[in-house]
T-cell receptor, first 118, second 109 residues
């Protein structure tokens, strides 16, 4: 039961470097999400996707890009890493099911990627 | 955007004690969710609430969806050491989900 798998678990970047955080899920979920979690804070949504080929900005999208070429994969790209992007990044997926007229999505999270930009 | 205020920020309790934490919002949500995060792991769903006034239990955990749709609470009864972790509330309105800052729970044996 793999669920949501994130790689790498840890990474240190220099300012201005780029990298891609990988996320894959094997639950055939249509929705996928990227969050960042800063120390002592809750999760903030960076980007989300409602299906292959469709992505939307969340609350804090600046400095990030995403793509969704398949149902399973939702990579997050940092083009020019900045110290403000030091955080723990969580990927999540969900399968929305209509209930009472609204889509209720229960999100399942990966174990996170801890990123430091120095 | 919608902000969630979660309290308390942290709790230090003795094993066996009951715990209560809550979340409030300035805006309404259609769903309230409670997650637990263990160190080095992602959040795991504990309870989901779908209707205003709903009271739901999951073992020693009980949560309620406030009647105004702007708040929710989580109670843990008879705490045990493995209850240690960070508890997050989350409110959902359509495709928008917001998280509280978390309640860090420490349980002393």
């Amino acid at each position: 039961n793999a669920g949501v798998t994130q790689t790498p678990k840890f990474r240190i970047l220099k300012i201005g470097q780029s990298m891609t955080l990988q996320c894959t899920q094997d639950m055939n979920h249509n929705y996928m999400y990227w969050y960042r979690q800063d120390p002592g804070m809750g999760l903030k949504l960076i980007y989300y996707s409602v299906g292959a080929g469709i992505t939307d900005k969340g609350e804090v999208p600046n400095g990030y890009n995403v793509s969704r070429s398949t149902t399973e994969d939702f990579p997050l790209r940092l083009e020019l890493a900045a110290p403000s992007q030091t955080s723990v990044y969580f990927c999540a997926s969900s399968h929305t099911s209509p209930r009472q007229g609204w889509g209720i999505n229960i999100q399942y999270f990966g174990a996170g990627t801890r990123l430091s930009v120095l | 955007g919608q902000q969630l205020n979660q309290s308390p920020q942290s709790m230090f309790i003795q094993e066996g004690e009951d715990v209560s934490m809550n979340c409030t919002s300035s805006s309404i949500f259609n769903t309230w969710l409670w997650y637990k995060q263990d160190p080095g792991e992602g959040p795991v769903l504990l309870i989901a609430l779908y209707k205003a006034g709903e009271l739901t239990s999951n073992g020693r955990l009980t949560a309620q969806f406030g009647i105004t749709r702007k708040d929710s609470f989580l109670n843990i009864s008879a705490s045990i050491p493995s209850d240690v972790g960070i508890y997050f509330c989350a409110g959902q309105l359509r495709n928008d989900m917001r998280f509280g800052a978390g309640t860090r729970l420490t349980v002393k044996p």
